[in-house]
């Protein structure tokens, strides 16, 4: 499978415990996004990378919250001191930024999403 | 904070029948793209248009976007019970990379 993958599927925690998700791109892709999602509501954006630079972050993604993408393929996303109001699924896309640039914003692939409940 | 809205928030139509799904939205964008999600899992990229068009196809869906009306259409015809989704339109802004997702339409198809 080709796609873009996340590890684990499902993350069930106590309060005040870290977490780490993973997310592997489409292998091409230069460009890696991760957005958190609440029951019956759309995507929010958290942050961005392009290759291994992180170049947007959310005002949601909190002090708590960081995400890397050391050598531009990989990327992990740590929640430290975990809260209940941080339960939700975590989806993480990828997308390839054109050699020729351009200002205009290219089709994200979504992985299947890691679903934290934080008890 | 959501961009923007989707209407109706459900729909509930029999098979065969079409769907239409409107999304609105708040600033001027660079495009607009159309997600499609099956319960508690990824999205899946249905579709993009650019601000310069008003019209793109695709199989069974249609989209129309109007920049002075800030919204935009999701038309899926003879639709499927597998068409059963929450379906979001994700707009992209002049001089942002990230895109800005809309609340969703849960869209039901009774076989």
């Known amino acids: 499978d080709t796609g873009v993958s996340q590890d684990p599927r499902h993350k069930i925690t106590k309060r005040g415990q870290n977490v780490t998700f993973r997310c592997d791109p489409i292998s091409e892709h230069n460009r890696l996004y991760w957005y958190r999602q609440t029951l019956g509501q759309g995507p929010e954006f958290l942050t961005y990378f392009q290759n291994e630079a992180q170049l947007e972050k959310s005002r949601l993604l909190s002090d708590r919250f960081s995400a890397e993408r050391p050598k531009g393929s990989f990327s992990t996303l740590e929640i430290q001191r975990t809260e209940q109001g941080d339960s939700a699924m975590y989806l993480c896309a990828s997308s390839l930024r054109p050699l020729a640039g351009g200002t205009h914003q290219e089709t994200q692939y979504f992985g299947p999403g890691t679903r934290l409940l934080v008890l | 904070s959501q961009q923007g809205e989707e209407d109706p928030q459900a729909l509930s139509i029999q098979e065969g029948e079409n769907a239409t799904m409107n999304c609105s939205y708040k600033?001027?964008?660079?495009?607009l793209q159309w997600y499609r999600q099956n319960s508690g899992r990824g999205l899946v990229h249905l579709i993009l248009?650019?601000?310069?068009?008003r019209e793109k196809h695709s199989g069974r869906l249609r989209v129309t976007l109007d920049t002075s009306k800030k919204s935009s259409s999701l038309l899926i015809t003879a639709s499927r019970a597998a068409d059963t989704a929450s379906y979001f339109c994700a707009t992209g802004r002049v001089g942002y990379q990230k895109v800005t997702f809309g609340t969703g339409t849960k869209l039901q198809v009774i076989p």
């Open positions: 600033t001027s964008i660079n495009n």
């Open positions: 248009i650019r601000s310069n068009e």
